[in-house]
C-alpha cells in the first residue's frame, strides 16, 4: 500500500468537518488552550509559503497541546479592510466589496488544504458589519471614557495612498505600504490616547509573569515607547516663556543658543522684522518634509536665526533663538536648549552657524579653559565645570541637584517623557469601518448611539481617493446628511475609516462571541480562555498591531470589561523565508505558490519541509530539492507502519539502543516542541526511525509513539496512520507518549582511554562507574597495556563518563 497524500488528505479534511473535529465547546472546556496566530490579510490573490510557515509552525504547537489533554481552540478569520486591500482592488481594478470575499474563498481554501486545526465555526471577516458593528462600539468605549478625541495636528500624509498614515507605518520617510516620500499635512484628525498608557506598557515588558516574550519585540516595543527622565526648563523671553525638556539638566550652564521647531506658536513672536522672510521661507521648506525623514539623525542640519533671543535661567544670560527641522513641535515642547559642548548634533549646528560653545564637563586633565574640539561624552570621573555653585560635583551628583536648585527658583523640575505619540486612527479612504461619529451645528460632535450601530459602509463605485484630504465618503451626499441623534436636526456623519490596526487590535476577543448578536464580547468565555497563553506571529508587528494590542486591553481593563491588562502572555516571533537564497519579492519572480508544491507533494510533505528549513523564530531557505528528504521520511514510516507487528512490548523482545533510543526521542521531541524547536524535533523523529530500519525493528507500540510525535507536523498523514494501527478516533484525542527518564540514557558508556594526553583506546564501562572501576579496565585493555609497561603511573585525570587520561614516566 503506497502512501498517496492527493487521497488521504481530502479524505481528513472532509472528516473533520462532518465530525466537528476542531470545534470545541467554549462553554465547556475543562482544560482550554485558546492557540492564536496573525490573522491574513486577504489583499493578494492567495496565501505565499510565508503566510504557510507561519500558519504551520502555530498550528504545530497547538495540535500538540491538544495531545497533551488541552482543550484547543485554533481560531481564523480575515483582516480584510484596510489600505493593502483598497489598493490591490484599485490595482486590478474591480470593486473591493466584490474582490475582497473572492480573495478570502481562495484563502479558505488554501488554508484548508494546509490542514490547520482551524475551527471554521467562528471564522470572521473585519468587512462584515457583524465584526466591525463591535469596532465602532469599541471606538465608542475609547470615546466615552475619554481616550478618543479630534484635533488638527501634523500627520504623514501618502501623496500614493492619499490617506495619513501613523508614524509607526514610515519606515526611513517612506510609506510602509508603497514606498512613496511621505509628506508632512496638517489635517483634524482623530487620535487615541496610548500616551496615558506609556508607563504601563514599557514596565510590563519587565514582568515576565504578565509576558513571555520574544526579547527582539520586547526591546522594539521599549525603544518605542523611548522613556526619558530629565527636566522641564523655562527659558523667559519679554512676557513669554518657552519651556524645553532636556534630558541633561546638568549642562544647562552650557546652553549656549535654543532651537525651535518651525511650527512653534512662538515663532513669530520671537522673529525680528528683519529676520521676518528668510524664517517664513524656513518654515515653508520644513512644512514640505515628512515628520519621519525630520528626525533622520545623520542628515546635514539646516536652520535659520529668528533675530530673537531668551534667558538662560543658570547664567542669567540671553542666548539667541533659531529655527531648525530636525526639532518637532510633537516630541518634548518643540524647543531645545542647545549644549553644543557635550552634544554633536548642536556641536555641528553651532561650528555650521559659529555660535558660541563652552565646556562644562571635563574629564581627565581637562579644566574649564580647556578648548572644545568635539563634542565630549562625560565619564566615571567627569565633573561639571563653568557651572556656578556646581563646579566639582559629578555629573550623578549634579543632576538631581541642579534639578532642585531649578525648582527652588521656579524655572524648572524634573518630569519623565516618552517617545510615543498618541495613535492616529483616521483614514482618508473608503474601504474601512465608518468613525460613528455625527456633528450637528448645535449639539457640536455627538457620537452615534450605540443602538444604531452598525453605521454600514454603503457601496459606493467611485471609492477612488483624491488628493483633497477627504475621505471619498464625503461625495456620498446621501449617505454623509443624517439627523443628529440627539437632536433631530440636520447633522453630518464623519468621512474618515478607522485605521486597520483597530480592527485587528480586538479580534481574538471577537472569535470567541462570533456566535453573539448581541455583545462584542461574552464575559464567561473571556474569563475561560483569556489572555491567550500563545501567539505565533511576525515581528513585523511589534510596534503597531502588537502594541495597540496591548493598549486597548488596558482600556478594556479599566472599564472593568475584561480581568486583566495584557492580551497576550507568551508571544513568539517567527522567521523569514528565502528562496535559493533571495528574498521572495514579484520583481524576483521567486515567490512560491503553496498550491504548486500542495498538489505534487501534499500538504503534510510541505508542512514538514518548511518546520525542518531551519529555527522556527529565524526561517530558512526555501530550496525545491530540499523536499524530497521530509517526503521520504513520510513514505519509509508509512512502509513502517505496513509492517508494525500486532503485538506489545514485551520482556527484552526490542534490543535496547532501541529502547534508549525511543526514551530520548520522545524526550527531546516534547522539550523541542515546547521550545518551538521543531527542525531538532524532526531531526530526531528521522534518526529513530532510522535506528528502527538499521534494527529491523516494527515494534508497535514505538511506532504508534512515532505517529502521535509526527502528528502535529503530518496530521492527514497521522490520521491515516493511526487509523491503521487501531485508532477509532482521531489521533489528537490519543495520549502523547510519555518516556521513562531512566531508559533515555544508555547504562553503558563509551571512555576515551589516554596515556600522556594521547588518545590510545576506548573502553566500555557502566554510566557513572567511578575512577577506581574504570582504571583497573583501562589497564588491562591490550592497547593500553604496551604503552604503560614498564612505567610508573605517576597521575590519572578522570573525566565520569568521558575520558581518563595516565599520565606515566
Known amino acids: 500500500m503506497t502512501y498517496t497524500p492527493e487521497t488521504i488528505e481530502p479524505k481528513w479534511q472532509q472528516r473533520w468537518a462532518e465530525r466537528h473535529t476542531n470545534e470545541p465547546d467554549l462553554d465547556r472546556a475543562p482544560k482550554p488552550f485558546y492557540n492564536l496566530m496573525m490573522f491574513p490579510y486577504p489583499s493578494a490573490e492567495g496565501l505565499h509559503v510565508g503566510n504557510c510557515y507561519a500558519f504551520t509552525g502555530s498550528d504545530v504547537f497547538g495540535r500538540f497541546m491538544r495531545l497533551r489533554g488541552y482543550t484547543v481552540f485554533e481560531p481564523i478569520g480575515f483582516d480584510a479592510f484596510g489600505i493593502q486591500s ?49 469596532t465602532q462600539w469599541l471606538f465608542l468605549q475609547l470615546y466615552h471614557a475619554g481616550k478618543a478625541y479630534k484635533k488638527k495636528a501634523a500627520v504623514n500624509w501618502c501623496p500614493s495612498c492619499k490617506t495619513v498614515l501613523a508614524n509607526e507605518q514610515v519606515i526611513n520617510g517612506a510609506c510602509e505600504r508603497c514606498g512613496t516620500i511621505v509628506e508632512q499635512r496638517f489635517l483634524e484628525q482623530w487620535f487615541f490616547k496610548i500616551t496615558d498608557y506609556a508607563e504601563r506598557l514599557l514596565d510590563d515588558l519587565d514582568d515576565t509573569e504578565k509576558m513571555d516574550w520574544s526579547a527582539s519585540t520586547t526591546t522594539a516595543q521599549r525603544n518605542w515607547v523611548g522613556r526619558s527622565t530629565g527636566a522641564e526648563i523655562d527659558f523667559a523671553s519679554g512676557g513669554s516663556t518657552i519651556r524645553v525638556f532636556t534630558t541633561r539638566p546638568d549642562t544647562i550652564f552650557g546652553a549656549t543658543f535654543m532651537v525651535l521647531a518651525p511650527e512653534h506658536p512662538l515663532v513669530a513672536a520671537l522673529t525680528s522684522p528683519a529676520q521676518r522672510a528668510p524664517v517664513e521661507a524656513y518654515q515653508q521648506h520644513a512644512a514640505a518634509q515628512d515628520v519621519i525623514s525630520r528626525k533622520v539623525g545623520d542628515k546635514e542640519k539646516t536652520g535659520v536665526f529668528t533675530g530673537g533671543s531668551v534667558t538662560n535661567p543658570a547664567t542669567g544670560q540671553p542666548i539667541p533663538v533659531w529655527i531648525a527641522d530636525y526639532v518637532l513641535m510633537d516630541y518634548g515642547t518643540g524647543a531645545i536648549m542647545a549644549v553644543p559642548g557635550h552634544d554633536e548634533r548642536d556641536f555641528a549646528f553651532a561650528t555650521k552657524y559659529q555660535l558660541p560653545i563652552v565646556r562644562v564637563i571635563a574629564t581627565g586633565d581637562e ?74 451645528d448645535d449639539c457640536g460632535t455627538v457620537p452615534v448611539p450605540e443602538k444604531d450601530l452598525p453605521v454600514v ?21 446621501e449617505w454623509y446628511h443624517v439627523p ?41 468565555r473571556v474569563k475561560t480562555w483569556l489572555p491567550v497563553p500563545m501567539y505565533i506571529g511576525g515581528n513585523e508587528h ?65 508542512r514538514l519541509f518548511l518546520m525542518f528549513l531551519g529555527p522556527f523564530e529565524e526561517g530558512g531557505d526555501f530550496r525545491d530539492a530540499g523536499l524530497t528528504g521530509p517526503r521520504r521520511f513520510l513514505d519509509r514510516l508509512w512502509d513502517l507502519v505496513g ?4 503485538r506489545t512490548l514485551t520482556g527484552d523482545e526490542v534490543h535496547r539502543d532501541v529502547v534508549v533510543k525511543w526514551n530520548a526521542t520522545k524526550k527531546k521531541v516534547t522539550h523541542d516542541l515546547e521550545t518551538l524547536g521543531y527542525n531538532t524535533a524532526i531531526a530526531a523523529l528521522m534518526e529513530l526511525l532510522n535506528t528502527m530500519r538499521e534494527t529491523n525493528c516494527s515494534e508497535r507500540q514505538i511506532v504508534k509513539d512515532m505517529v502521535l510525535m509526527v502528528a502535529p507536523f503530518a496530521p492527514h498523514f497521522a490520521e491515516e496512520c493511526w487509523e491503521r494501527l487501531g485508532g477509532q478516533t482521531s489521533v489528537f484525542d490519543a495520549q502523547w507518549p510519555a518516556w521513562d527518564e531512566g531508559l533515555t540514557r544508555d547504562a553503558v558508556v563509551e571512555i576515551v582511554v589516554q596515556v600522556n594526553g594521547k588518545t590510545r ?18 589497564q588491562k585493555d591490550d592497547t593500553v597495556r604496551r604503552f604503560l609497561d614498564g612505567k610508573e603511573i605517576v597521575k590519572v585525570i578522570f573525566v565520569k563518563d568521558r575520558l581518563i587520561n595516565i599520565v606515566v614516566r
Request: with cysteine.
Open 484 to 524: 443628529c441623534p440627539r437632536c433631530g436636526k440636520p447633522g453630518r456623519r464623519e468621512t474618515d475609516v478607522s485605521d486597520n490596526f483597530l480592527d485587528s487590535a480586538w479580534y481574538f476577543y471577537r472569535y470567541l462571541s462570533t456566535d453573539f448578536a448581541d455583545r462584542a464580547l461574552d464575559p464567561s
Open 457 to 477: 459602509l454603503p457601496h459606493i463605485d467611485d471609492f477612488r481617493p483624491d488628493d483633497s484630504g477627504l475621505s471619498p465618503l464625503a461625495r456620498h451626499q
Open 367 to 440: 579644566t574649564a579653559s580647556t578648548p572644545v574640539t568635539e563634542a565630549s561624552a562625560d565619564t566615571d570621573d567627569s565633573r561639571l565645570v563653568n557651572s556656578g555653585p556646581f563646579d566639582g560635583q559629578s555629573v550623578a551628583e549634579a543632576t538631581p541637584a541642579i534639578i532642585a536648585w531649578l525648582e527652588q527658583r521656579g524655572a524648572g523640575s524634573g518630569v519623565t517623557r516618552y517617545r510615543l505619540h498618541d495613535w492616529c486612527i483616521s483614514r482618508q479612504r473608503y474601504w474601512g469601518p465608518p468613525i460613528p461619529i455625527i456633528y450637528c
Open 86 to 134: 483598497e489598493n490591490f482592488a484599485l490595482k486590478v481594478g474591480t470593486h473591493p466589496g466584490v474582490l475582497i470575499p473572492k480573495n478570502i474563498k481562495t484563502f479558505t481554501r488554501q488554508l484548508s488544504q494546509l490542514g490547520g486545526m482551524f475551527d471554521w465555526k467562528h471564522v470572521l471577516s473585519t468587512t462584515e458589519p457583524s465584526y466591525y458593528k463591535w
Open 643 to 646: 509492517q508494525c507487528e500486532k
Open 542 to 606: 511589534a510596534v503597531l498591531h502588537l502594541l495597540y494590542s496591548r493598549f486597548i486591553a488596558m482600556v478594556l481593563h479599566d472599564q472593568g470589561l475584561v480581568h486583566f491588562d495584557e492580551p497576550f502572555r507568551r508571544f513568539r516571533a517567527h522567521g523569514l523565508i528565502i528562496k535559493d537564497g533571495a528574498k521572495m519579492s514579484k520583481s524576483r519572480g521567486n515567490v512560491v505558490n503553496p498550491d504548486d508544491y500542495i498538489a505534487r507533494w501534499g500538504a503534510d510533505t510541505l
Open 761 to 778: 583506546s576506548v573502553i566500555k564501562a557502566g554510566r557513572g562507574s567511578q575512577e577506581s572501576q574504570v582504571l583497573p579496565k583501562a
